[in-house]
C-alpha cells in the first residue's frame, strides 16, 4: 500500500526545476505534432487563388530582384562559374527556412493563447509543429531550386561550371541546424514577449537586418575582401556559416571549413537548449502575464 | 486505504499581480531573480493579501487561492461551490494545468481532462471531421483512439450531413454540438467540469449533465464540478468544498455545504427585512412604478420568518401615471437554488383599465403551503405581450419554519420547492 502512494501520475509543483523535460510527454502527443502540420498546411492557403504557387513566386521573384540589385547594379561576384541567379536563389532558399521557423515560432504563446489559455498538452508541440511545416514548404523550394539548377547547367546557352561537392550528403544535417537555430531564438523570443511585448518589434526588423549579415546575397570571400574589419561580424555568425555551407555543397565552389561548421552546429545546439529551458519555465506561467 | 486516492491537493495558492504589467514589473523581476540567486525566497511571496474583491488593499499582490488542501478518492464526485471571484476558475486552471500554482503541489494519480474548453483548436476552415481529430489531439487523444470512435462521435453530435463541410458554413449550435461530442468522448480518470458548460440549450444542458452522471455512476470515474447552480450540485457530488475568498472554509457532505454556502451567502444583508421601499422613478417605466414591497402576518407586523401554519401577505404598492388596461402584476417565488416555486399573477383583477392614482396590491401566500425553506420574492408587471413595466425584481429573502403542526415533531427536510398540505383520506 505504501509503494502504491508513492507512485503518483504526475505532480504539479510549486517549484520549477531548471530542467525539466517529459520527453514522454511530448512522444505521446506526436500525433497532435502532425495534426497541427496539416492544419497548417490545409489553411494557409485557403481562400487564395493561386495556393501553393505563392511558395514559389516569393524566393523567385526575390531572387530576381537580389540578381538586378547586387549583382548588376552592384556588381558583386557570385564565384567562379556560378550563375548570380542561382546563386541568390540558394541563398534565399536556405535563409528562407531559418527565417521561417524564428518568425513562425516567436509569437507561439500570444498567438496561441486562446488555446493555451483552456487546455494543457506540452506547449513545445506548438514551435515544433511550425517547424515541421516550414520543412515541406522549404522541400519544395528546393525543388524548384533543384529545376532552376538543372536549367541552368544544361539548357542554358552559357556555360557554367557548378557541380555538387560531396559533402551534399550532409545537407540534412545543415537543415536540422537551421530549424534548431530558428526554433532556439523563436522560443527565447516568444517566451519573452509574454511579459515585454518590447521583443516582437525587435523581430519586425531585426530579421530584416540580420538578412544582411548572413552572407545572403554576397559570398563571405568577398565580404572579407572588402570589408576586413567588419568580417567577425560574419564569420562568427552561425546562420551566416550555414547559408554560406548550402552554396558550397549545392555548388562545389569554396571550401567547407569544418571547423566553422562545427562551431556552428554548437551554438545552434546551445541556442536550442537555452530557448527550450526558457520555454518551459516560461509556459508554465505565461498565461498570468500575457 | 491510501491507494484509493487519485487527486492530492496539498497547500496550493496562487498569486495574482493587480494592475498593469508596465515599467515595475522589470524591476520587480530583478528583484525576485536577485534574490533568486542568493538562494532566498521570492520577496513577493510574501506581501500578497487575501482576495476580497470589495475591499482596497495596500498590496500590489493578491492570493487568488490561499493553502487548500484536499484529497479525491477514485469514483467520487466533489462539488467545488463559492461565490464569484472565490478562487473556483484559479483551482481548476491549476488542476488542468493551464497555469502553475504559486506555492504547494498536486499530485494526481489519472489523467485530468477538463471540460472548460468545448471547441478549443477549432479550426474554421476545417471540415467537421478534420476538426474531430484536431480537437481531440488536443485534448489529449491519439489519433489511433480518436479513429476508433470516430463513428460515435459524429453520430452523438448529430452533424453527419455537415461532417466533411468546414466548420465556418456551421451554426453556432453545430459547433458546440460538434465540439461537447468530442469531448464526451475523452475517457480521462478526473473529469474537471466548470459550469461554462451549462451555457446552450435545454437539450445540451440536459444532455451534458446525464453524460457527467454516467461518467461518474457507470465508469467509477471521478469528477470535480464547479457550479453556482446549487440542484446541480446537490444531484450529483458526493462530497463539497465551499471557497471563500480563495480559502476553503468548509469540506464536508454535499447537504450540509451546500447549507453552510447558502447561509454564508445570504445572511449578512438586509435581505430579510422583509420591506423594501423604492424611489419614485427608480423601478418602472412612465406608466407604472413600483414604490414599495413589504411581507407582514395578521397583526400587520412586517416580518422575513414565517411559521409554515402562518398566511403571509404580501403588499405590492405601486403608482400608475397614466391609465392602463389588460396589465398583469406577478409575484414570483424562487428558492434559493433559483428554482421557481410558483408564479401568481393579478389578472383577474387588472384585466380592465386601471386609473392613474396610487394602488396597493395585496396577496395572500396561505399556510401550509411553502416548504421549510428559504424563499426570494420577486415582484414583476407588465402588459403581457406588449411591454414590461418592470422586469421581476429580487425584493426580500423569507424564511419558512416548521411550527410541527403536521403530525410529525422531529425537523425533517422535505423534497421539492413547495411542501403543501394536501387533502388525504382513507378507506378499507
Sequence with gaps: ?290 | MGSDIILKVEGVGKQYRLGLVGTGTISHDLNRWWNKIRGKEDPYLKVGETNIRIEKGDSQYVWAIKNINFEVKRGEVLGIVGKNGAGKSTLLKILSRVTGPSTGEIKTKGRIASLLEVGTGFHPEMTGRENIYLNGAILGMTKAEISDKIDEIIDFSGCLRYVDTPVKRYSSGMKVRLAFAVAAHLEPDILVVDEVLAVGDAEFQKKAIGKMQDISNSDGRTVLFVSHNMAAVKSLCTRCIVLENGESVFEGETDQAVDFYLNNSGSNSSEFSGIIQFNENDIGNHQVSLLEVKSYDKENRVRSTYFNNEDINIDIKVNIKESIKNSRFALIIETQNEEKAFVSASNNITNGELKKGGFTFTVVIPKNLLNNIEYNVFVSGAIPGKNYFFKPNKCFSIKIEDSKSKGYNFNEKWHGTVHPELKWSLKT
Design chain 1, 1 to 290: 500500500m505504501k509503494t502504491a502512494e508513492e507512485h503518483w501520475l504526475y505532480v504539479i509543483s510549486s517549484k520549477k526545476k531548471l530542467i525539466d523535460f517529459n520527453f514522454k510527454e511530448i512522444w505521446k502527443y506526436r500525433d497532435l505534432l502532425f495534426l497541427f502540420v496539416k492544419r497548417d498546411i490545409i489553411t494557409l492557403y485557403k481562400q487564395t487563388v493561386l495556393g501553393p504557387l505563392w511558395y514559389l513566386i516569393q524566393p523567385l521573384f526575390t531572387s530576381l530582384i537580389f540578381t538586378l540589385i547586387f549583382n548588376n547594379l552592384a556588381d558583386i561576384p557570385t564565384g567562379e562559374g556560378v550563375p548570380n541567379f542561382l546563386f541568390n536563389l540558394a541563398g534565399i532558399t536556405s535563409w528562407n527556412y531559418f527565417k521561417d521557423c524564428l518568425i513562425g515560432t516567436s509569437d507561439t504563446f500570444k498567438k496561441n493563447e486562446n488555446i493555451f489559455g483552456k487546455v494543457y498538452f506540452p506547449r513545445v508541440i506548438m514551435p515544433m509543429s511550425v517547424v515541421v511545416s516550414n520543412l515541406l514548404k522549404f522541400g519544395i523550394q528546393i525543388g524548384v531550386f533543384i529545376g532552376f539548377y538543372i536549367y541552368f547547367i544544361w539548357f542554358s546557352s552559357k556555360s557554367y561550371s557548378v557541380s555538387p561537392n560531396i559533402s551534399l550528403a550532409f545537407l540534412p544535417l545543415l537543415v536540422i541546424l537551421m530549424a534548431l537555430l530558428g526554433l532556439g531564438l523563436g522560443m527565447i523570443i516568444s517566451s519573452m514577449t509574454t511579459k515585454y511585448r518590447d521583443l516582437t518589434f525587435l523581430v519586425q526588423f531585426g530579421v530584416q537586418l540580420l538578412m544582411y549579415g548572413s552572407a545572403v546575397m554576397y559570398p563571405m570571400s568577398y565580404f572579407e575582401k572588402k570589408l576586413p574589419n567588419y568580417y567577425w561580424l560574419i564569420e562568427w555568425n552561425p546562420i551566416a556559416i550555414i547559408v554560406e555551407a548550402f552554396r558550397t555543397m549545392v555548388f562545389g565552389t569554396g571550401e567547407l571549413n569544418s571547423f566553422k561548421l562545427i562551431y556552428a552546429g554548437i551554438t545552434s545546439c546551445v541556442i536550442f537548449l537555452i530557448g527550450l529551458v526558457i520555454f518551459n519555465k516560461t509556459e508554465k506561467s505565461f498565461i498570468d502575464t500575457i
